[in-house]
Structures are given as structure tokens and as C-alpha cells.
């Protein structure tokens, strides 16, 4: 039989640090590893499991790498896949190591728990944790300085032992322009001509994770801030913009959004984006603030865009209020990008075809660019809903339960683009696949 060269992409990075390995060949039975030192059975047993090749894994350690050098070796492979999150979780026989990419995770490793101790040793000290502490969970954090992350650790003791999870930022997290984040152009002209006027708001809602403040840094990135005064107050500030004035909640001083919204009208804003809108006080002052010359946007975690304006009439806000204040309100999903490198033409299924009106989408099949998952980053899926008169009237005439159903009637016969006519335009363009927008609608 023929030998095939496996990609080493498939092989942990800590095995192949671990052996130095340089080519693995496959021939269909037997696997033939080139490396600096000889691989033990064991080891070569652990390689087939991560190559899908045999069921069951064996958890060794004759030749060990220091707690530091493991660590390097989970963050060299989160950085160059792109991951947010590296998960050490402890099974019956060891722990398995799973990294996030772009919303999913994939198994990368298992290692055993000599391994993960030394190294949970490490993850403590530099996060100014309790090394002697393994019954209650800990949170700590620290710098990547050479590659500039911060990584912020959560440690929770769990049935098997320990579970870790870190979460990687990087130190500059740099706002997306408006126009990379997948909207049509008809999109982009709506929003365009919303932030043209001196007051109003933008709405933005979703599940959490959604993007819902990396699309309102973007829109404020449209904005001309040498003209105008731009203020943020946010919960946590997770994208530094050096052209605004950015303010971080801190309830424990009694910093709310509500406070810091009143304190910061007084500071002659032009625009205001508030994380989030919670509670009763914090949207009554938004709904002000934008029928005072002041342009808001801000988010509302509700799942469709009629729930904002049912989310604030449960909050006791008066319809004059919420017909008066809100312009354009954005839904936003999260959803992955087809990878440039091996998408290729597919027939759709039966079942989307109708609901798409397409018969072909381009969809990736999986290569080294993508971590073999067909995917590479992420874009939003938007339904873009301006607030027409009629649907003003309709929230104006809002009186009690009764008449409700019209109001929302009316109001979602004026959403422009819906999350459907926007997928259409991604599926048209080969951005993204009917398989990942599916879960969404
Ligand atoms: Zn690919």
C-alpha cells in the first residue's frame, strides 16, 4: 500500500514538541514516525487516537515537559488557530484539552494529571492564585506579554479534579469597520442615513455573544468624532477606542449606567453608547437622552426586534417615550465565514431550497487554513428594522393588551431586511452556508 503523509496540523502540539516530530506517513495499517527522539508505543497509540485512527487513548508520561512548557504549548496552538478559549477539563482518564474557534470547540488534547498538575501550578502562580487551594474555585488572571494577550483564568474544582478555563484577549482589541462585518450595501446606506440626524437611537439586539458591541463600535467608527463628542459607558469595556471617552461601570462605587448616564448628559455629549439597557431607570433616561438632542445606541438582550419594544413596555416605559426615541433597531446572529481557501460550489438540499430559493451554495470542505473546519471567522446575519411612522403611531396608540397584537403586527410588517432577505444576500455571495444559518432563524 501506498504511504500517505499526514498533516501534522492533526497532531497535538505537545506531542510533537514533546518527540520533535517531523513527518508522520501512514500506510494504511501502520503509522511511521520521523522524529528526534523514539516515540514510545504509548505515545504512538496516543498519536493514532488524535489522528481518529483508534478508539481508545492511553495516558503516559515518560519524558516530561515542564508545567510552563505544556502551558506554551496549548497558547502557541490557541494563537495561531485563532481560539478565544482553552478548556482543561478532567475526564475519568486525565484531562482533555478543547479550544474554542470562532463560537465551537474542537479537542485538541488529553493529558494526564501529572501533567496538568505541574502545569495548573504554573497557571496559579502566574495568575496570583492559592496553589494550595484546590476545593473552592479561584478566578486570577495574567499578560502574555511576548505575544500581547491578556488571559484571564477560571479555575472550578470539578468531580475529576480541576476544571480550567482560560479566556484569551488581546490587549488591543481592535473595532471592525462596518462594512467587514457581512451587511448589504442596502444595509449599509439605512444605518448610513440613520446616524446622518443629531438625535434618535439604534437599537441593537440579540442573544448574548452575538456581536451586539462589536457592531455598535463599528457604527460609532462611521461617526465623525473630530466634530462631535462621543462617550461610552460599558460593562465590562472589552474594545479600546482611543477616539472616545470610554466609562467602565462599577457598581460597587454606585457607578450604574443609570448614574453614569445621568452624570455624562451633563458633559455635553453629542453621542452616547450605553452597553446595555437593564432596568426600569437606566432605558426611561435613554429614551430621554434621545429625545433631548443626543443621538443613543445601545443593546437590549431579547431574541427578535419586536421584543425591544415589548422588553421596554414590560419595563414600564410610556409608549410616547419609546415611539418618540427609537429609529432603527438592529437583530443581530453570530455566524461562521465560509474559509476562502477550500470553499467550493454544492448542491443545496431539497428541504433549503425553497426556503433559500437557490439550488447551489459554496460551502468549505475543510484544509489546513481552516483547522480542517470548513470555517474561517465570523460574520453578523442582520434584520435591519427602521421604525416607520406608522409603527410610531401604533406604539403611541398603545394602550393595554388588548391592542397589542396590532401593534406588533404593524411593527413587524415594517422590518425592511429580515435575518431571511439578509442570509439570502450571504448565501448569494458564497459568505456563509444554509447549514450554519439554519439554527438561527
Ligand atoms: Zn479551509
Not at 81 to 86: G, H, N, S
Not at 208 to 213: D, F, L
Not at 354 to 371: A, D, R
Request: glycine fraction near 6%.
Amino acid at each position: 500500500m501506498e504511504l500517505q503523509l499526514i498533516s501534522l496540523n492533526l497532531v497535538s502540539n505537545r506531542l510533537r514538541k514533546k518527540y520533535k516530530i517531523k513527518n508522520i506517513n501512514w500506510d494504511g495499517k501502520e503509522l511511521y514516525i520521523e522524529s528526534d527522539y523514539s516515540v514510545p508505543t504509548e505515545a504512538v497509540s496516543e498519536i493514532k487516537t488524535q489522528l481518529g485512527l483508534e478508539m481508545s487513548y492511553n495516558v503516559f508520561s515518560d519524558k516530561h515537559l515542564e508545567g510552563n512548557e505544556v502551558l506554551e504549548c496549548f497558547f502557541e496552538d490557541a494563537f495561531l488557530k485563532r481560539a478565544t478559549d482553552i478548556h482543561f477539563e478532567p475526564v475519568d482518564m486525565g484531562v482533555r484539552v478543547r479550544i474554542r474557534i470562532d463560537g465551537y470547540l474542537h479537542t485538541v488534547d488529553t493529558i494526564c494529571l501529572e501533567e496538568y498538575d505541574r502545569m495548573i501550578r504554573v497557571i496559579k502562580i502566574q495568575g496570583n492564585m492559592d496553589i494550595s487551594e484546590n476545593r473552592l474555585p479561584q478566578e486570577g488572571g495574567f499578560r502574555h506579554e511576548s505575544r500581547g494577550y491578556d488571559i484571564r483564568v477560571s479555575i472550578i474544582p470539578s468531580l475529576y479534579g480541576e476544571k480550567t478555563v482560560l479566556r484569551i484577549l488581546p490587549v488591543e482589541n481592535k473595532f471592525k469597520n462596518l462594512d467587514k462585518l457581512g451587511m448589504s450595501k442596502q444595509q449599509l446606506d439605512i444605518i448610513e442615513k440613520a446616524l446622518q440626524k443629531r438625535s434618535g437611537s439604534i437599537i441593537v439586539n440579540g442573544p448574548t455573544g452575538s456581536g451586539k458591541s462589536t457592531t455598535l463600535h463599528a457604527i460609532l467608527n462611521e461617526v465623525n468624532k473630530s466634530v462631535q463628542s462621543v462617550l461610552s459607558i460599558e460593562d465590562p469595556i472589552e474594545i479600546i477606542d482611543h477616539d472616545i471617552t470610554q466609562f467602565q461601570v462599577n457598581e460597587a462605587l454606585g457607578l450604574t449606567y443609570a448614574e453614569y448616564l445621568k452624570r455624562v448628559l451633563r458633559q455635553d455629549p453629542d453621542i452616547i453608547y450605553l452597553g446595555e439597557i437593564r432596568d426600569t431607570e437606566t432605558a426611561r433616561l435613554a429614551c430621554e437622552a434621545s429625545l433631548t438632542g443626543h443621538y443613543l445606541l445601545s443593546t437590549i438582550h431579547t431574541k427578535t426586534t419586536s421584543d425591544v419594544i415589548l422588553r421596554m413596555l414590560e419595563m414600564g416605559i410610556e409608549p410616547f417615550l419609546i415611539s418618540g426615541s427609537i429609529d432603527l433597531i438592529i437583530n443581530q446572529r453570530l455566524i461562521r465565514r465560509n474559509c476562502p481557501m477550500c470553499s467550493k460550489k454544492v448542491s443545496v438540499k431539497k428541504e433549503y431550497q425553497q426556503l433559500f430559493g437557490i439550488t447551489e451554495e459554496v460551502k468549505g470542505s475543510g484544509c489546513k487554513h481552516c483547522n480542517n473546519t470548513g470555517y474561517y471567522g465570523r460574520i453578523g446575519l442582520f434584520e435591519i428594522n427602521e421604525v416607520t411612522e406608522k409603527t410610531k403611531a401604533s406604539i403611541f396608540s398603545f394602550q393595554n393588551n388588548h391592542n397589542i397584537e396590532n401593534c406588533l403586527s404593524d411593527f413587524n410588517e415594517g422590518i425592511g431586511i429580515s435575518l431571511v432577505d439578509h442570509a439570502k444576500y450571504l448565501l448569494k455571495n458564497g459568505m456563509t452556508n444554509c447549514q450554519e444559518i439554519l439554527p438561527c432563524l
